[in-house]
């Protein structure tokens, strides 16, 4: 390690001991990238995504309160209906009398099982290829939910009622725009093989159903938007950081922390994903022509080249805005560029900055391409060095 990186460190650990934390100077800090020593990203992210507040000694009292929250949850929304009478004394057979999955009334819990295993079987789909060039998503955590898998409770797993439901309903598929593609169950089962991926024994579990289990849980507590396609990006950098801390004791409460923190992101940008809101202020289409109106003032002979090739900025910038760039490059580098975006004061002014920098940093190719060339230029952004880009976004930025 360099004695330069040894003193980004102590800078860090100075700040972040203090009794009351500047969060103008964390921003200042976090922006040009946080080391991975210590635990310092993982803290500093929860104090950037406002999960953890400024003042030290209410670390421990906002952590036990929001994981016991969290607990809760897990009780209250990953469990059939009936179970909870069953074992209090009722038997199965008066519950089913009571709410059966035939009844036609909306309030039954089980027309709200059956409702949920929609959205459930899209989150499956798609957390089982969440970042499928890497191991992690397809490994077994070693702090798996005991809540969950304890074999002495009636919960059952996602995995379980996945199984259950893809052998018994059609797959509904819900994008931006509603309800679209519903397909056969079986076509659906060989196609998503439920087998292609390693049973893990009894009582363990893969980092993806960890990752289901915070999306499903959100869905169920923000039933205005529920669960929409590209979610699964936002969350995966999330837990991948804090399943990795150094920090054990922080390591195994990676689940209750993610959900929290991937809710107050979500907070701020969940418009990108109501397609109602597209053409308002705060909507993605925006958002998307505020990036090309920037790169005019930027670089007026390259906007107007994609201006004369009609490559509008919702060809690619949809996908760069709404996904915060998790998939234009590999998961150390998205992390590196969340870094910039969660310490932006401005809450992600600056990645309309870092989108017109990926373009200004490839402008020979795009002014001397074709449409079909600078299209593939675009959604398959070729400039890996994300260092290069964020110093030429904060070049940008300084210009201003």
């Known amino acids: 390690?360099?004695?330069?990186?040894?003193?980004?460190?102590?800078?860090?650990?100075?700040?972040?001991?203090?009794?009351?934390?500047?969060?103008?100077?964390?921003?200042?800090?976090?922006?040009?990238?946080?080391?991975?020593?210590?635990?310092?990203?993982?803290?500093?992210?929860?104090?950037?995504?406002?999960?953890l507040p400024v003042e030290r000694t209410?670390?421990?009292?906002?952590?036990?309160?929001?994981?016991?929250?969290y607990t809760q949850f897990l009780k209250e929304m990953i469990i059939q209906p009936g179970i909870a009478k069953a074992n209090l004394g009722v038997s199965r057979e008066d519950v089913t009398m009571e709410d059966h999955?035939?009844?036609?009334?909306?309030?039954?819990?089980?027309?709200?099982?059956?409702?949920?295993?929609?959205?459930l079987l899209q989150i499956d789909k798609d957390v089982r290829r969440l970042y499928p060039d890497m191991a992690f998503f397809q490994s077994?955590?070693?702090?798996?939910?005991?809540?969950?898998?304890?074999?002495?409770n009636d919960f059952e797993t996602l995995r379980k009622r996945v199984e259950q439901t893809t052998l018994k309903s059609q797959t509904v598929a819900r994008n931006r725009s509603g309800v679209t593609n519903v397909s056969s169950p079986l076509k659906t089962l060989a196609s998503n093989s439920l087998n292609e991926y390693e049973v893990l024994p009894n009582g363990c579990e893969a980092h993806w159903e960890v990752v289901e289990r915070i999306l499903f849980i959100y869905a169920k507590l923000n039933p205005g938007?529920?669960?929409?396609?590209?979610?699964?990006?936002?969350?995966?950098?999330?837990?991948?950081?804090?399943?990795?801390?150094p920090n054990n004791e922080w390591k195994k409460h990676a689940e209750a922390d993610t959900f929290f923190c991937f809710t107050n992101l979500m907070?701020?940008?969940?418009?990108?994903?109501?397609?109602?809101?597209?053409d308002s202020q705060c909507g993605i289409t925006y958002k998307m022509e505020k990036v090309y109106s920037t790169l005019k003032e930027k670089d007026v002979e390259l906007y107007m080249k994609?201006?004369?090739q009609n490559i509008k900025p919702q060809f690619f910038t949809f996908r760069w805005l709404t996904l915060l760039l998790s998939q234009e490059f590999l998961l150390p580098d998205v992390i590196r560029i969340w870094d910039s975006l969660f310490a932006d004061d401005n809450r992600f002014d600056f990645l309309l900055l870092v989108c017109c920098a990926m373009l200004m940093l490839i402008r020979d190719q795009l002014l001397e391409g074709d449409f079909t060339l600078n299209m593939r230029l675009l959604q398959d952004y070729p400039i890996s060095d994300v260092h290069l880009i964020l110093k030429k976004a904060k070049d940008l930025q300084d210009s201003k």
């Open 101 to 119: 999955p035939l009844n036609p009334n909306p309030d039954s819990r089980w027309n709200t099982y059956f409702k949920d295993n929609e959205v």
């Open 58 to 69: 209410l670390w421990s009292s906002v952590l036990q309160k929001q994981r016991e929250l």
């Open 225 to 245: 938007i529920a669960y929409v396609q590209g979610m699964n990006e936002i969350v995966g950098p999330l837990y991948y950081t804090f399943a990795t801390d």
């Open 306 to 308: 994609l201006q004369e």
């Open 1 to 51: 390690m360099s004695s330069l990186h040894k003193s980004r460190i102590a800078e860090f650990q100075d700040i972040l001991s203090e009794a009351n934390i500047s969060l103008e100077k964390l921003r200042e800090l976090c922006f040009s990238g946080i080391p991975f020593e210590g635990g310092l990203r993982c803290l500093c992210w929860k104090i950037l995504l406002n999960y």
């Open 267 to 278: 907070s701020e940008i969940r418009d990108n994903f109501i397609k109602s809101l597209d």
């Open 140 to 152: 077994m955590t070693e702090y798996p939910c005991l809540l969950i898998l304890d074999p002495l």
